[in-house]
């Protein structure tokens, strides 16, 4: 069934693990994810950034996803990642979107307690959930490598401050994460997780997941996260599965082929990151 994200966070962070949310490009990767969830056993979240919903457009998703949503045996949100600005999120839930993302993260720190207030107080009168985001997550959420230079972490105080004001119903933090593909190993700051945790009784969302170690989610997750995103490594896995097939079999036309292949790789990352974080079998 198709919920939101509510229910499913807070009965994370009582149960100390997280939910998976895993952006979707297309069809294959909507199938691909519920299948994982279904034989998981698992709560998912299924989200799009607005770069996709420029691909397609929100309705496409917001059917692809219903129609996954009700014939599946576990609950189903679907989510509106790095909203970006008060209409996006309107229109996300005017097409169905069962949780949304305000991401003000970019301006200053009373600009976005008022953006993000300006939607929670629309997107909660209607029972969406809001997820807002304080403090830098480095990378470009829709395209391109992580880059390096500034990504400070979320301030503690100022957490305590914009939960109270925003009422935002869970918060991405910057504690080290960056969108996009890692040079090196990244490190998750858990001191300051574990701060931001003392002043701040939310669900916390953790951005730029993939890449990072399966033990420092784990560790996070100790530490008060209760979703975790993944992008780019199903962009990845859906293109290796897609190119191997196409470069054993050059002359092939047919997409459903390639894509396939495409669809287990999707698969195997998604059921394998259910089981570190704590999912599976909680549906
Ligand atoms: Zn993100």
Same mark, same amino acid.
Not at 48 to 55: A, L, V
């Given at each position: ?26 069809? %294959? ?15 998912v979240i299924m989200q799009t950034t607005p770069g996709t ?12 996803v219903r129609v996954a949503a009700e014939s599946a045996s576990v609950p189903v ?22 949780? =949304? ?22 997107? $909660? ?15 470009? %959420? ?53 701060? $931001? ?68 790789? $999707?698969?195997? =990352? ?14």
């Amino acid at each position: 069934m198709l919920v939101t994200t509510k229910e499913m966070l807070l009965d994370a962070q009582a149960g100390h693990y997280a939910v998976g949310a895993f952006n979707v490009e297309n069809l %294959e990767f909507v199938m691909a994810v519920i299948k994982a969830a279904e034989d998981k056993h698992s709560p998912v979240i299924m989200q799009t950034t607005p770069g996709t919903i420029k691909y397609a457009n929100l309705d496409y998703f917001a059917a692809m996803v219903r129609v996954a949503a009700e014939s599946a045996s576990v609950p189903v949100a679907l989510h509106l990642d790095h909203g970006d600005g008060f209409d996006r999120c309107m229109q996300a839930l005017r097409a169905g979107y069962t949780s =949304v993302m305000i991401d003000g993260s970019h301006v200053p720190f009373e600009e976005n307690m008022a953006l993000t207030e300006s939607v929670t107080k629309v997107a $909660i009168a209607m029972g969406v959930p809001v997820e807002a985001e304080l403090g830098k997550v480095g990378g470009k %959420e829709d395209d391109g490598p992580a880059v390096k230079g500034e990504n400070p972490y979320t301030d503690p105080d100022e957490a305590e401050e914009f939960v109270n004001r925003t009422k935002c119903s869970s918060l991405a933090v910057g504690v080290g994460t960056a969108h996009g593909v890692y040079k090196g190993t990244p490190h998750i700051e858990q001191g300051v997780l574990k701060e $931001i945790r003392n002043r701040v009784d939310v669900p916390l969302v953790l951005h730029g997941t993939s890449g990072v170690p399966d033990d420092q989610v784990a560790e996070a997750i100790k530490n008060g996260i209760c979703k975790v995103n993944y992008a780019t490594e199903l962009r990845q896995a859906f293109t290796r599965g897609f190119m191997g097939y196409m470069a054993e079999n050059p002359n092939n036309f047919d997409p459903k082929k390639p894509s396939k292949p495409g669809m287990e790789e $999707i698969y195997k =990352v998604v059921a394998s990151h259910m089981d570190n974080l704590g999912s599976t079998n909680k549906a």
